[in-house]
Every structure is written in C-alpha cells, then in structure tokens.
C-alpha cells in the first residue's frame, strides 16, 4: 500500500494488466510453436534437415537485437519448443 499511495501507482491493475499480457504471450508461443512443428514436420517428410542453422542465426539476431542477451536465451527456448522431443540430446 505504502508503494501504491507514495507513487499513485495502481498496483492492482498495473497486475491485471502483467497477467493479460502473460496470457497473450503464452498464446503466441504455443502458436509459434505448432508452426515451428509443422514445418519442421514437412521439411522432415520431404527427406529435408531438421533444422536450418542460417534461419535460427536469423531468429537469434532478432531476438537479441531487442531484448539482449536475454533475447538470445528467449529464441533458444522458442527454437526447443519448435522441436519438440527431437531437440532434446
Ligand atoms: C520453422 C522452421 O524450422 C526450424 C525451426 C525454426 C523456428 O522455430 O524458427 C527455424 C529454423 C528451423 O531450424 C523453419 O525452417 O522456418
């Protein structure tokens, strides 16, 4: 309470609004997610690699471009997800 009154900071719907957000970024990773699968699952079918390091570079670059070294951690979770139970040794 002593935050909220000193700043005028609406704690409880600056929260509301955290969990909105978490919602909708949970959504998109797990559409990411089905779309990374599929086209692996294609390439893969078609006698094709199951993944394209120049395109990951690709995916690495944006990440940390905006995010940091953060964003190179965030896109290395992304690309797992996106391969499933081949990406684990
Ligand atoms: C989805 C693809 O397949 C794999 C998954 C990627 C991804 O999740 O972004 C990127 C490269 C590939 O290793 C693709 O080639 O675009």
Known sequence: MAVEAKSGLDLGAARREIDALD????????RRTEVSRRVGRARREAGGPRVVHKRE?????????????????????????????????
């Open 23 to 30: 919602s909708e970024i949970v959504r998109l990773i797990l």
């Open 57 to 89: 570079l690709e995916i690495f670059a944006r990440y940390s471009q905006s995010l940091g070294k953060e964003g190179n951690e965030l896109a290395d979770i992304l690309l797992r997800l996106g391969r499933g139970h081949l990406g684990r040794p």
